[in-house]
């Protein structure tokens, strides 16, 4: 089932927790993610904006719903997607709290 996270300023973000997604309501901008140790860590892969699209900021707005998520379900995230490990958090330090470090926690 789809549960709508966000403020009327933003985007209207989805949650898609059957297919392990986030994405804006009209689901051509997404992030994609999986879960790891037991659905402790949520591996973000993937986020997608089409170039009709870009320069909106939805990939931040999707980011944000993902860490807010992660931060009320006690998870770690795994930022393999560049978008996130090159742009968003290096502009958003106040998230690397809720980024897995392995000094933290035994191995995957």
């Known amino acids: 089932m789809a549960t709508g996270i966000g403020s009327p300023a933003?985007?209207?973000i989805v949650w898609n927790k059957r297919q392990?997604?986030?994405e804006i309501e009209d689901k051509q901008a997404?992030?994609?993610?999986e879960f790891r140790n037991g659905g402790k860590l949520m591996n973000i892969d993937h986020?997608?904006?089409p170039s009709s699209k870009r320069g909106l900021g939805l990939a931040s707005h999707l980011d944000v719903a993902a860490f807010?998520?992660?931060?009320?379900?006690s998870l770690s995230v795994?930022?393999?997607c560049s978008y996130i490990s090159e742009t968003f958090?290096?502009?958003n330090p106040s998230w690397k709290f809720v980024l897995y470090s392995e000094d933290l926690k035994p191995s995957i």
């Open 78 to 80: 795994i930022p393999t």
């Open 10 to 12: 933003a985007a209207k």
């Open 47 to 49: 986020t997608f904006g």
């Open 20 to 22: 392990k997604m986030f």
């Open 89 to 91: 958090v290096p502009i």
């Open 68 to 73: 807010n998520h992660t931060q009320s379900n």
């Open 30 to 33: 997404y992030l994609q993610y």
